[in-house]
């Protein structure tokens, strides 16, 4: 079973390390101790957790069939005459977005805003991190 560490859950979930620490002392998030003494929380228990994270209500959309919706703040805007660039961070991950001046104007984008990056996509490229959960080993 692969197992993390409070600070590799932490960064996972893009929380600080206190933060996890408060959810598994308020029983919101269960870890169990290692050999070692330290808190480790089940692969599959942090799955469950994040999920859970990622079901607020307000996020969903009942008109699009988009899932995937990323919740960030607006870093930089470069606009053209018809063209514009808008990068966000959300949490640990930049996002850019190439889109209509018209539409980043209608919008109301600039930077320091909140948006959500909604994705849509046919092709997701799914990667396994070497170094994350990297004590349950593969496969377990």
């Known amino acids: 079973m692969t197992v993390y560490r409070i600070g590799e859950a932490a960064e996972l979930l893009g929380v600080s390390v206190d933060t996890v620490r408060r959810w598994t002392d308020a029983g919101k998030l269960s870890a ?3 050999e070692a003494g ?3 929380i089940a692969g599959t228990e942090l799955a469950a957790f994040a999920r859970s994270l990622g079901e607020d209500p307000e996020e969903r959309s009942e008109f699009s069939s988009a899932r995937n919706r990323l919740r960030g703040i607006v870093t930089a805007i470069v606009k053209d005459t018809v063209m514009a660039q808008v990068d966000m961070q959300a949490g640990p991950f930049r996002v850019v977005s190439l889109m209509s001046r018209e539409a ?3 919008l109301g984008l600039e930077v320091g805003s909140t948006a959500v990056a909604v994705i849509k996509s046919t092709t997701v490229v799914v990667e396994r991190s070497p170094q994350a959960g990297a004590r349950g080993g593969a496969g377990k």
């Open 104 to 106: 980043v104007d209608e």
């Open 32 to 34: 169990d101790r290692d």
């Open 38 to 40: 330290h808190r480790v």
